[in-house]
């Protein structure tokens, strides 16, 4: 008796759409910047002081699934940015789909587009506890944690959206990739300390009048100043990776990341020292957020210079079979 396939709706869509190599590079593309919108978006609903413009979830209100009109502009602010949510679902189904159905199949990549979904589900599961408790500190930055993670994820499966799928191997030695490993894990550091200056400053995510929403009991100033004491450290060593780059020989791509880490770094700086000075305006609080993603990728995007992934031979094989007859 003749096995019957394993036929799935992904496998049946495979059969009829094979997108190029060029189309799962977008999609990854749009993985990215979506996950980096929700994190900007996400900081808009604080800033805005809409934080709990939706009392509760996952409805916005008791009664209405939207905004009343008694909700006004808050109300309006925080539902947006749940809708949001629902263009980046698309964006990561996007990037699945393109690299399940690509030939061949490309497994490491769509676990990796797997990833990113469940990242957003346990994510906006994340945002509904922290409307639930009221804006608790601790989940607002954890909440601001997870989408850190999801950029990683995201920025991973850009990166490996232009190699194949063989095994890695490393153009450098060992001790360069581990400082690369290092520069990562400082550079998460400072974006984990800046989650602990928002949930002690100024920004609670309600407006001012409203003292029920808590702040994490330490003082502000203590922590604005560990926070740069962690820019300083995380500078001085994107200088010396620089200095280490140009002594031994790395490829170009990782010394051009390295150069775009330490001019994003030096910007932020400028933007943190601004905005601590002048009472931490919206605006540049909001630049600070969008600058501490965008550094999160550039560190991200250097270890993943310092090594190389060759095509398979089903990579290969696909390459040069032949595209099938029209019928």
């Known amino acids: 008796m003749d096995a019957v396939p394993n036929t799935t709706p992904f496998s049946l869509l495979a059969e009829r759409w094979q997108p190029s190599a060029a189309v799962v590079k977008r999609a990854a593309f749009a993985a990215l910047v979506m996950s980096v919108v929700i994190v900007v978006t996400g900081g808009a609903v604080r800033l805005t002081a809409s934080g709990l413009g939706c009392t509760t979830w996952p409805r916005c209100t008791d009664e209405s699934l939207t905004p009343t009109a008694e909700m006004g502009f808050h109300g309006v602010i925080e539902f947006a940015n749940r809708m949001l949510t629902y263009v980046l679902s698309a964006a990561v189904g996007w990037a699945i789909l393109a690299a399940r159905c690509h030939r061949p199949y490309r497994r490491g990549l769509t676990r990796l587009g797997w990833a990113q979904f469940w990242l957003v589900m346990s994510n ?46 490393p153009l450098v030695a060992e001790p360069i990739k581990r400082l690369s490993y ?75 990341r390295a150069r775009e880490l330490l001019i994003g770094l030096l910007l932020q700086g400028v933007i943190g020292f601004v905005q601590y000075f002048t009472d931490v305006p919206e605006l540049l609080v909001g630049l600070h957020m969008l600058g501490a993603t965008l550094i999160w990728i550039a560190a991200l995007r250097i270890p993943l210079a310092l090594r190389t992934r060759e095509a398979t031979p089903a990579d290969a094989a696909a390459v040069r079979a032949p595209e099938p007859a029209a019928v």
Request: hydrophobic share 55%.
């Open 182 to 256: 290092v520069l990562v894990g400082v550079i998460g550091l400072l974006v984990a300390a800046g989650t602990l200056v928002t949930g002690a400053g100024h920004h609670p995510g309600t407006p001012k009048d409203n003292k029920m929403v808590p702040r994490i009991p330490l003082d502000y100033d203590r922590l604005a100043q560990a926070h740069a004491d962690l820019a300083f450290v995380s500078i001085g060593l994107s200088i010396a990776v620089i200095f280490v780059f140009a002594a031994v020989k790395v490829p170009p791509a990782a010394k051009a």
């Open 124 to 169: 906006a599961v994340l945002g509904g506890i922290t409307v639930l408790t009221g804006l608790n500190p601790y989940t607002v930055a954890l909440h601001l944690i997870a989408a850190m993670a999801l950029v990683w994820v995201a920025t991973l499966m850009w990166e490996r959206a232009k190699e194949g799928d063989g095994p890695a191997r």
